[in-house]
């Protein structure tokens, strides 16, 4: 399923390299606004997590961002990734407010930013898969039908006071404390030509936490 689109022309990348992240803590408010990571630039993908502490919430999709996938059962952090290639008026705005109908517990995310080597006209989220509740996580990633140029992606968090900790095999993990509490996402990034491989990321139990993970295609 094609799950989004941006720049336009071109071959399409080969490649996509890190750029930064950033994340951010809020409590007593339904909004939380995510800032670009420092160096974001006209062009480059953005993917973000956000995680409400609560079972039933609704968030709404912001104007040209791509919902991803979300954790849809009852348990929580309940956590809906996004994405969307970056425009002019993206980094001149400098960052972006997610709206939850009912997030009295507070809400937290992480942004991931990636930089293609060419025009992006369409991107591909694959596979994706939520584990989440009171205890230590486990997911699976699958290659199905994912085509390189792709990054693997796993994004982790915990409820305000908890912080646990990401094991994925192979991948750079970066985290935010920003106001508090830990996000942290894990990546690999995969080349055209180059095989792409399975995952298994994991979390330690520190009370209650959600994982996501999946592969996003770009072309």
Request: glycine share 14%.
């Amino acid at each position: 399923m094609n799950l989004g689109v941006g720049g336009g022309g071109g071959g399409g990348p080969t490649s996509l390299t890190y750029t930064g992240h950033s994340g951010n803590r809020t409590s007593g408010t339904n909004t939380i606004t995510i800032t670009w990571p420092t160096g974001t630039a006209e062009g480059d993908l953005l993917v973000t997590t956000v995680w409400v502490d609560n079972a039933t919430p609704t968030f709404t999709t912001p104007t040209d961002w791509t919902l991803l996938g979300n954790g849809d059962t009852g348990e929580y952090p309940k956590a809906y990734t996004y994405a969307k290639v970056m425009t002019a008026a993206d980094i001149t705005a400098g960052s972006q407010d997610f709206v939850c109908n009912n997030a009295s517990y507070g809400l937290t995310g992480i942004a991931l930013a990636l930089t293609p080597d060419g025009t992006i006209s369409s991107f591909t989220a694959r596979n994706y898969v939520n584990d989440k509740g009171p205890s230590a996580l486990g997911i699976s990633i699958t290659t199905t039908d994912v085509v390189a140029p792709t990054a693997a992606i796993a994004m982790l968090t915990g409820r305000p006071s908890q912080s646990p900790t990401m094991t994925f095999s192979g991948a750079t993990i970066v985290t935010d404390t920003t106001t508090g509490g830990t996000r942290s996402a894990g990546y690999i990034l995969y080349n055209s030509g180059v095989t792409v491989s399975s995952h298994s990321p994991t979390s330690n139990d520190t009370g209650r936490q959600s994982m996501s993970g999946f592969y996003i295609d770009v072309a």
